[in-house]
């Protein structure tokens, strides 16, 4: 391939040389020659910022890059063209992304926290300035979602999107399954084996997942949905005995993702979103995601179903999706940063997350007397839910666990059907409910 002679090399500013920053720099000199061929020129580091220079590292930095701890020496040298922004964090990966921008450099980033918590303004001074910003490396690792709701399916509309957007929680609530682990040494294993980090919380509670989720409902509708008012919950309260009762009915549990589209009472459309753990029936592929994989499926009205599966985390995986975007930088591309013409995404409607319908998996715990089933029944009827099976187990000392699978009802009706059997002290123990997909 005849490439321009003297075509000058894109200079990268990377910041960051753990996980990511270190694979970044490891493809970066194994796909030298493949990424020359794409990009149209060599794609160079010229310094790298970490935190300790001294530092000894798994990955040496290329032998013309140098390493420093002064942000200004990336952000406003004029020989660098990108910022490659892999430290993570919010406030200096915020005011580092800032100068850049301010400075005339494009930037690439895998920073979903930054991105999802306060990215708006970023994005928009991109625009302004005519820059790339991207972050196809932010979501899901190594599955090309990011470009792929920002160009493939700018045809579609999108009705539904869902995904196992984790994959820490994945492991664990796979681990659990397979292994028959409890939660604490399914985490503890994860963490073992360098998948769940000392302070796993953004992982097992959601919040991971949370960010990436807002970042998508951008890119497949356009609108800005705050992430404070995102519904979230964790893995923390799954135990082995509801992952065992949810596959006697042919379900797993998986900590889910999910967008869609609702049509509202005003005759318009809101956004049910949130991320919960759920039952996946069998039958889907996404059930049988397992271990750190991730998942998406996407209903959109041309396309149909699709479906996409990948490493969603690790160096080589997250960094193949960072340089895809540095080489797109390298070529020229146009600043489309948001898959949206408009500078400004404007609020989402939101459908509050109590109307969102569902059908529910219901583990009760009580008293074993004459009337008891009856009572429960009651307590649902009295909200017009309705019972699609019922399992009841072996107890001890008196005490049953009883499980129902309910009909598509709303979580404001589940929730006030379970508060009447409280309050009639029909419960030993708190209820435990989820959504069933
Ligand atoms: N790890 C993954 O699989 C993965 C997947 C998807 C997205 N991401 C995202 O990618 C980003 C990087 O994650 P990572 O796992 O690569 O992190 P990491 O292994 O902890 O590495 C962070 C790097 O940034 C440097 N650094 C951190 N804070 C800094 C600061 N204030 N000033 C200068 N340098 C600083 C550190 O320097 P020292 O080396 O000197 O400590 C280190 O080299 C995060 O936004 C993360 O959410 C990661």
Redesign the pocket.
Known sequence: MNLPRGQKPFVVGL???????GGLVRLLEENAELTRLRAGRDIVVKRI????AA?A?EVSPPADAELT?D?AALTDDPEIDALAE????ID??RALIDRALDKGKHVVT????LLAEDGLALFKKAENNNLVLRCE??VA?AIPIVQTMKESLTGNRVTSLLGILNGTSNYILSEMTTGNLDFDTALKQAQELGYAEADPSLDIDGHDAAHKLILLIRLAHGVDYPYATLPVSGIRGISVMDIRLAEEFGYHIKLIGRVREVADTRGGMSLEAGVFPALVHNRYLLARVNGVYNAIRVEANAAGSLFFHGRG???LP?AGAALSDLVAAARGAPADNTGFARPDLPQAAVLPWEDGRSSFYVRLTVRDRPGVLRDLAGAMAAEEISVAQMIQKSGEGGIVPLVFMTHETTTRAMNKSLERMRDAGLLTEPAVCHRVL
């Open positions: 910041a960051g040389l753990g996980t990511v920053g910022l970490v935190r300790d530092k590292r701890t942000a892999l430290i993570g964090g200096q990966a895998a920073n979903k926290a490396a932010a690792g985390a690790g160096a997250t």
